[in-house]
């Protein structure tokens, strides 16, 4: 079965670090562009980050500097390094696969929709 | 950045048709995506591309896109079809690419 699964997440102090996990099934995460998508309570979807197959990450301007995403390709599993956390970090976190495909040549072409989602982890950053 | 604007709220009685735009500079030149979320679950694709449904979706759901506004347009509408709706787009000559709008909330009357 194609799907992602979250975990990590939990209550950290402001300042704080956490590292949330996304671990994928029926797919290859380095192949493929990988996304983190958060949603704070009672807010709407904000785009966090990106990795893409490549390896080249970009991150929202809220979250530059203080936070990282890898993976892990002999684990199949995307991560989000958190640090410096904040109050205003407290949201569901989101794993979401970009959709593309392989052309008969190899060549990649995404689609830039997401196309499969976790159920999400929750962070809590709170004294 | 590129900013992507939604209505807070759209309201619509059964059987009526809902439409949900999505504003934004230029957005007939890019590639819009919808997304259907229901309270506690992840989000769903229900419109690609501007006007391309995933399998699965009813017909019921297609979308349009020109000049600054996206339209997401939800025919016979359903009590099952409340929910916030999100638009998305890409854009690849920025930092941050990733842009969702604000989502707007149907709700069925």
């Known amino acids: 079965e194609v799907q992602l699964v979250e975990s990590g997440g939990g209550l950290v102090q402001p300042g704080g670090s956490l590292r949330l996990s996304c671990a994928a099934s029926g797919f290859t995460v380095s192949s493929n562009y990988m996304s983190w998508v958060r949603q704070a309570p009672g807010k709407g979807l904000e785009w966090v980050s990106v990795i893409y197959s490549g390896g080249s990450t970009y991150y929202a301007d809220s979250v530059k500097g203080r936070f990282t995403i890898s993976r892990h390709n002999s684990k199949n599993t995307l991560y989000l390094q958190m640090n410096s956390l904040r109050a205003e970090d407290t949201a569901v976190y989101y794993c979401?696969?970009?959709?593309?495909?392989?052309?008969?040549?190899?060549?990649?072409?995404?689609?830039?929709?997401?196309?499969?989602w976790g159920r999400g982890t929750l962070v809590t950053v709170s004294s | 950045s590129y900013v992507l604007t939604q209505p807070p709220s759209v309201s619509v009685a059964p059987g009526q048709t809902a439409r949900i735009t999505c504003g934004g500079n230029n957005i007939g030149s890019k590639s819009v995506h919808w997304y259907q979320q229901k309270p506690g679950q992840a989000p769903v694709l229900v419109v690609y591309d501007d006007s391309d449904r995933p399998s699965g979706i009813p017909e019921r759901f297609s979308g349009s896109n020109s000049g600054n506004t996206a339209t997401l347009t939800i025919s016979r509408v359903e009590a099952g079809d409340e929910a916030d709706y999100y638009c998305?787009?890409?854009?690849?000559?920025?930092?941050?690419?990733?842009?969702f709008g604000g989502g707007t909330k149907l709700t069925v009357l």
């Open positions: 979401a696969r970009v959709g593309g495909y392989y052309d008969s040549s190899g060549y990649y072409s995404p689609t830039w929709y997401f196309d499969l």
């Open positions: 998305q787009v890409w854009d690849s000559s920025s930092d941050h690419p990733g842009v």
